[in-house]
């Protein structure tokens, strides 16, 4: 069975990679996992505002407030379900900047 799904990146919390597929969740708890891979779905996602945190990750800055690990140095990214990313190291400048300048 087959069901179709539109949504505005503005309503997307985060999108991970599934092995070839890849998997999105929305504001609203929805989790969906389209038949095509992140690839397919990461310029218009970061084109339209949202970050890069991982190899396999792209989160929503709007829906997720990034915070520093005990360790003061780990940037994790909180979903709402409670899973945690960890921002990967080539990654961690583009955050850090985004962190900084949406602070004031």
Known sequence: QVKTYRFTVGEVVFAQ??????VIGTADGLR????????HYQDTLIDDGCVR???????????????????????????????????????????LEYMYTQKG
Request: net charge neutral; charged share 20%.
């Open 17 to 22: 990679s599934a092995r070839s597929y890849c």
């Open 32 to 39: 969906v996992m389209p038949s095509l891979p992140l690839k």
């Open 53 to 95: 945190i991982a190899r396999g990750a792209i989160v929503n800055p709007v829906h997720v407030k990034f915070r520093f690990a005990a360790d003061h140095e780990t940037i994790l990214a909180p979903l709402p379900n409670g899973e945690e990313i960890v921002v990967e190291a080539q990654f961690r400048d583009t955050v």
